[in-house]
Structure formats: structure tokens, C-alpha cells
């Protein structure tokens, strides 16, 4: 899951980098909004991006290509 908002430029960073990995596994990228859910607000609000793995922040404010492969990778060990 990939957690944002509009007009957010790393969120814009990120989004083009987490769906090209995740096509790589062959997942789809759920996209939800700060702005649209109180309670991410206040959980992520400060953080955005936000990139979850099966329910775990696995990276904020910037996403790293590589260890997103590997946190992938690692889903299911």
C-alpha cells in the first residue's frame, strides 16, 4: 500500500517507483490518502509516503528501489 496525498511531491516520486517494483512481483498497488482516512492521518499524516508491506511501514519521505525489491522479496519467509 502506498499511503500519500494529492499535490505531494515525494508521493509523486515514490508512486512511478513502487508500481514499477511491484509489477515486478506481480502485485498491483493499493493507493490510499491521507487527506480521505482520519485514521492514517493521524498515524502517517507527518510520514507521507508511506509504503506498507503486508500491513508494516517498510519505508517513509523517500523509497528506495532496491530495498523495496528486497522487502518484497522477503514477503511469505
Same mark, same amino acid.
Given at each position: 500500500?502506498?499511503?500519500? #496525498?494529492?499535490?505531494?511531491?515525494?508521493?509523486?516520486?515514490?508512486?512511478?517507483?513502487?508500481?514499477?517494483? %511491484?509489477?515486478?512481483?506481480?502485485?498491483?498497488?493499493?493507493?490510499?490518502?491521507?487527506?480521505?482516512?482520519?485514521? =492514517?492521518? %493521524?498515524?502517517?499524516?507527518?510520514?507521507?509516503?508511506?509504503?506498507?508491506?503486508?500491513?508494516?511501514?517498510? %519505508?517513509?519521505? #523517500?523509497?528506495?528501489?532496491?530495498? =523495496? #525489491?528486497?522487502?518484497?522479496?522477503?514477503?511469505? #519467509?
Amino acid at each position: 500500500m502506498l499511503i500519500g #496525498r494529492p499535490g505531494c511531491h515525494l508521493c509523486a516520486d515514490a508512486e512511478p517507483v513502487v508500481r514499477a517494483v %511491484a509489477a515486478e512481483f506481480g502485485l498491483t498497488v493499493v493507493e490510499q490518502s491521507v487527506d480521505d482516512d482520519a485514521r =492514517l492521518s %493521524a498515524a502517517y499524516g507527518d510520514l507521507i509516503p508511506v509504503v506498507l508491506i503486508d500491513g508494516e511501514v517498510h %519505508a517513509y519521505w #523517500r523509497v528506495d528501489p532496491q530495498r =523495496l #525489491r528486497a522487502g518484497l522479496g522477503a514477503r511469505g #519467509r
